[in-house]
RNA sequence: CGGGGUGUCGUAUACCGGUAGUACGCUUGCUUUGGGAGCAAGAUGACGGAGUUCGAUUCUCCGCACCCCGACCA
């Protein structure tokens, strides 16, 4: 894409009214706009970055079996009294309205209770387990105060997978598998060195969940890290007796800030029952169904990468998350020999791979632009590229400069 | 939801009970062109409503919005 036909402009200050790092600088960046408290729009930058963090978590459901699908955000009344979770002393977080038609709805804070009822209608047998579907959606939490920029948000996109087990054993099977899933999911993504998956209050039906947790001091919970383990401990759970199941001690955790950026729960039976989604086992029995919930935050994942990776100059993207790979600058100062150059080497290498800075814009200008907006690798096309028939090719994590032929270049 | 705070050009900020200033951005022209250029000329602003006052952007009240601390976060 070309620069000069992006429609966002980069800013100085970040907004007087964003404190959070990763706001201000996908704000200053042009990557995302902020609607209200807690609610942000992703513009075309962000929008890139996001769907690749989506892309990414899709490849990895897949491979362990997930079934994408989309539910509707509107919620049916009826269908959450049978849970018990429409009630606002059950679950207070609700955004509720209601339709001209009469009666009320809510926009979704989750998906168990409309899966479930969908699977009703598919599993009838232990033939038919174990199933597992995921879904990338808007989810709504009325929150009471909305904090660390697009981290914590009255809208936020999230992976919902919900998996559907015969037993107790199975699940384990399939929860074991997701849960691998999850470690290569914050890997690609560039975060698997700062998240621990982490135990932390398991609800009814273990006595843990897991959780993952990157660290990071913009985190708003609080863990106790095993480095040689590579596993954490929430503090909620954080007790001399729930310690003493996990095999650990005090003395051997650290203590850390954490932005909790997935979580996977048993469910047991907790909304099979209610809902009725019954199979019909092996010696003709009806049994209740044995879930599991696995929850990322694509938009979270996005904040915390900024949070974690970026530097004074700005946000740092991993190759696999970046809106562009390439940030190819033009320093022609209007010398046409040079611009041509430039244009030529931007149609052969991969569309949609670069973003070709063509604008009439001094170099400084385009070089804080560039270090701002992220883009792993920055290709700067200017007199010495004449003379010496190279481009210089530099890295934005670690500032490294090499000086490759046009040839290299394209099979880099 | 409890407590505290803030609303000034597009953005960031300053000052003030009496003509609202600066920087960046924007427009026009000339120069400049490897780290957010220079000169010149422009355009653009007091959250909404009531009140006090000769006069309110400034003071008071109400509303709305936003921020921070806490609580909450399936």
């Known amino acids: 894409m070309r620069h000069s036909q992006l429609f966002t402009k980069t800013r100085r200050d970040a907004p007087s009214d964003e404190e959070a790092k990763n706001a201000q600088l996908l704000i200053r960046a042009g990557y995302v706009h902020k609607e209200m408290a807690g609610v942000y729009s992703y513009l075309p930058l962000g929008l890139r970055t996001l769907n690749n963090i989506v892309e990414v978590i899709r490849q990895e459901m897949n491979a362990v079996g997930g079934q994408e699908l989309v539910m509707s955000a509107l919620?049916?009344?009826?269908?959450?009294?049978?849970?018990?979770?429409?009630?606002?002393?059950?679950?207070?977080?609700?955004?509720?309205?209601?339709?001209?038609?009469?009666?009320?709805?809510?926009?979704?804070?989750?998906?168990?209770?409309?899966?479930?009822?969908?699977?009703?209608?598919?599993?009838?047998?232990?033939?038919?387990?174990?199933v597992s579907a995921y879904q990338f959606q808007n989810k709504f939490r009325n929150e009471m105060r909305a904090k660390s920029g697009i981290m914590r948000g009255k809208e936020?996109?999230?992976?919902?997978?919900?998996?559907?087990?015969?037993?107790?054993?199975?699940?384990?099977?399939?929860?074991?598998?997701i849960r691998e899933a999850y470690i290569k999911v914050f890997e690609r993504l560039g975060l698997?060195?700062?998240?621990?998956?982490?135990?932390?209050?398991?609800?009814?039906?273990?006595?843990?969940?897991?959780?993952?947790?990157?660290?990071?001091?913009?985190?708003?919970?609080?863990?106790?890290?095993?480095e040689g383990k590579r596993i954490a401990v929430n503090k909620e759970v954080y007790g001399d007796e729930n310690l003493a199941k996990l095999g650990l001690t005090k003395e051997e955790l650290v203590e850390k800030k954490a932005i909790e950026v997935g979580n996977i729960f048993n469910l047991g039976t907790r909304f099979s029952e209610p809902l009725n989604l019954m199979y019909t086992a092996e010696d003709g029995s009806k049994k209740p169904v044995v879930m599991g919930s696995y929850g990322i935050g694509p938009s979270r994942v996005m904040g915390t990468i900024v949070e974690t990776l970026s530097d004074e100059k700005g946000i740092v993207w991993p190759e696999a998350v970046a809106p562009f790979r390439f940030h190819l600058i033009s320093l022609d100062g209007g010398d046409t020999t040079i611009a041509s150059y430039a244009q030529d080497l931007y149609r052969e290498l991969p569309m949609n791979s670069v973003l070709f800075d063509d604008r009439d814009v001094r170099a400084g200008e385009k070089f804080a632009d560039s270090d701002l907006m992220g883009i792993p690798w920055r290709l700067i096309v200017g007199k010495d590229t004449l003379a010496s028939g190279t481009v210089e090719l530099v890295n934005r994590a670690t500032g490294e400069v090499q000086k490759l032929t046009k040839e290299e270049i394209l099979v880099f």
């Open 75 to 130: 919620q049916d009344r009826a269908l959450w009294s049978r849970t018990d979770r429409w009630d606002d002393n059950k679950v207070d977080n609700w955004f509720k309205t209601e339709f001209k038609s009469g009666g009320e709805t809510g926009l979704a804070i989750t998906h168990e209770e409309p899966l479930t009822r969908i699977m009703t209608d598919h599993i009838s047998s232990y033939r038919d387990l174990p």
């Open 156 to 177: 936020f996109l999230m992976k919902d997978l919900y998996s559907f087990s015969k037993d107790d054993e199975e699940h384990t099977q399939v929860y074991t598998g």
């Open 192 to 226: 698997g060195e700062l998240t621990y998956p982490t135990f932390a209050s398991g609800g009814i039906f273990s006595p843990f969940s897991e959780e993952f947790q990157t660290i990071s001091e913009a985190g708003e919970d609080t863990i106790y890290v095993h």
